[in-house]
């Protein structure tokens, strides 16, 4: 059984940065597309970005680009996701979310592609 579990939320001004972890239970890093969501009061979950735990690729959604870095330790079955420059509109819960790779890690942009989800950690960014 996966059990994903987050940390590293919090409370922070306009401009801050924070480090969100996600540690996995099982060795479902061997050959997995592992992803950060976030979701607001009111919208959809949307996709933030995505890492193949097999190898170096990643991807972001536009809205993240050049302020978060996805990033992993396979030792520690961990991931991360650094957030700099964090806005406003950045505030969310925030999931990892796990997929056996099938495909190219790009096209799960999901969350329906998602077998195995975090509980959620909150991100609070204040003006």
């Known amino acids: 059984q996966v059990q994903l579990v987050e940390s590293g939320g919090g409370s922070v001004q306009a401009g801050g940065s924070l480090r969100l972890s996600c540690a996995a239970s099982?060795?479902?890093?061997?050959?997995?597309?592992m992803s950060w969501f976030r979701q607001a009061p009111g919208k959809e979950r949307e996709g933030v970005a995505i890492?193949?735990?097999?190898?170096?690729?990643?991807y972001y959604a536009d809205s993240v680009k050049g302020r978060f870095t996805i990033s992993q330790d396979t030792a520690k079955r961990t991931l991360y996701l650094q957030m700099n420059s964090l806005k406003p509109e950045d505030t969310a819960m925030y999931y990892c979310?796990?997929?056996?790779?099938?495909?190219?890690?790009?096209?799960?942009?999901?969350?329906?592609?998602?077998?195995?989800w975090g509980q959620g950690t909150q991100v609070t960014v204040s003006s």
């Open positions: 890492i193949w735990t097999g190898g170096r690729s990643t």
């Open positions: 099982a060795a479902t890093f061997s050959n997995a597309c």
């Open positions: 979310a796990a997929v056996r790779r099938q495909r190219s890690c790009s096209t799960y942009t999901r969350p329906i592609d998602y077998n195995y």
